[in-house]
Structure formats: structure tokens, C-alpha cells
């Protein structure tokens, strides 16, 4: 039986949530080229996969971290996933925004955390870690303590290992780029000849260029 992290991946390959291009690439927000873009929010329109990933995702949160006391999930991408595993649980809610509200209250958490309860993040894509850390320093700054973050995939970019390492964060994922490129070889969404685009691609995302560019004039 193939393990929930190939399981996922391959889901993830046949509705399009990964796109892979080595040949074509994609230009990030960030103005990175990449030979890959995700966007897990497709998951949700499919009832089986996104049962998949809610029970998976539950399953890691009872497995590792029994004691947790509610659930917050980061904005935008993971706040639907973050309340079917809260409701999965039976916990609490929150969701944690990239900037605070721009009118109202001007909240940064939605919902109520209380002072000192044990918390879960739930991410949906893990990159660079940046913006899945805010989410962090903010619930740890409305004095309660965050056991760990449980993402349905991740880049797995060595800069994002250690600034969870550096933050002193948990990161548990359940599917990631080295289980996607073993699942997408398997199914030929890809060939040999393209693993190694791939491979380099994730070792220096910020300065990869594409094989088109370094052809000599």
C-alpha cells in the first residue's frame, strides 16, 4: 500500500493542485522562476480528497500532539481545511490573517484563543516559511503556545528548515516535493530526463534559471 504522503501527492497531480512545467516555468509573485506552482485550494472541490486530507490531517494531530486544545488555521489557503479539522476534533477554531483587519476591531487571530491554550497551525503550503511563521509569533503573542504545524505539503527549501528549526516549530507535513517528483515519474507526468531540472530547482529557488536562459546566443 503506498504511503499517505505518495497517496497525496498523486492526488494532487491529477486535479492540477501541482502544475509542473520544468520546460515552461512559472514566475512567482516573489518573481522567483519555477519549474513547479501549487495551489491546494483546488482540493476542496473534490469531496474524496479533501475527506483525505482532513482525516490524514487529523490523524497527525491526535498522533503527535494529543494535547492539543485547538486549531488555527493560516490565511487564506488553509482556513477551510483548518475548521473541517477543528470540526473533525472537536476543537476550537481560529484563523490567523497576513495583516490585521483593516477596519472593525483590526483582529490578526479570528475567532477566540485563550490565554495559555495548546495550538495546532494548519498550513496549507509550506515555501519559504515566512508567512506560515507570522502565523506562529502571532498566537504565541496572544500568549498561547503553539505545539507544532501540521501542512498538507512543502518545498522542503532548506532556507524553510531552518527558520522552523531557528523558531523552534514542529513542522509536520503530509506529502512534499520529494514524494511529488517519485509520484510524478511513476505516473509519466514527468521523465527521467526532467528529475534533474527538478532537483536543482529546489536547492536554490531564489537564483534558479531555467535551462531556456543559459542557451548562448
Given amino acids: 500500500m503506498k504511503s499517505p504522503d505518495r497517496q497525496l501527492a498523486e492526488k494532487l497531480l491529477q486535479i492540477s493542485a501541482i502544475k509542473l512545467q520544468p520546460n515552461n516555468p512559472f514566475t512567482w509573485a516573489s518573481g522567483w522562476n519555477s519549474p513547479i506552482y501549487t495551489d491546494n485550494r483546488k482540493t476542496l472541490s473534490y469531496p474524496d480528497i479533501r475527506s483525505f486530507i482532513k482525516v490524514e490531517l487529523s490523524r497527525i494531530i491526535l498522533e503527535n500532539f494529543p494535547e492539543a486544545e485547538a486549531i488555527a488555521g493560516v490565511a487564506t489557503g488553509a482556513i477551510a481545511m483548518g475548521a473541517l479539522v477543528a470540526d473533525t476534533l472537536g476543537l476550537p477554531y481560529v484563523y490567523v490573517r ?12 479570528e475567532g477566540n484563543l485563550k490565554p495559555g491554550q495548546k495550538v495546532v497551525v494548519i498550513e496549507d503550503l509550506v515555501s519559504t516559511g515566512g508567512s ?58 514527468i521523465q527521467e530526463s526532467e528529475l ?6 529546489r536547492k536554490d529557488p531564489a537564483n534558479w ?9
Fill in 132 to 189: 506560515s511563521l507570522k502565523a506562529v509569533e502571532a498566537i504565541r503573542a496572544a500568549a498561547c503556545e503553539v505545539l507544532g504545524m501540521c501542512a498538507m505539503f512543502s518545498y522542503e527549501f532548506p532556507v524553510s528548515v531552518k527558520r522552523f528549526r531557528d523558531a523552534n516549530v514542529q513542522l509536520i507535513t503530509l506529502s512534499n516535493y520529494s514524494a511529488m517528483l517519485e509520484a510524478a515519474l511513476d505516473t509519466n507526468y
Fill in 196 to 201: 534533474e531540472t527538478l532537483r536543482e530547482w
Fill in 98 to 109: 497576513s495583516t490585521p483587519k483593516d477596519h472593525g476591531l483590526e483582529n490578526l487571530i
Fill in 209 to 217: 534559471v531555467p535551462a531556456s536562459n543559459n542557451v548562448n546566443a
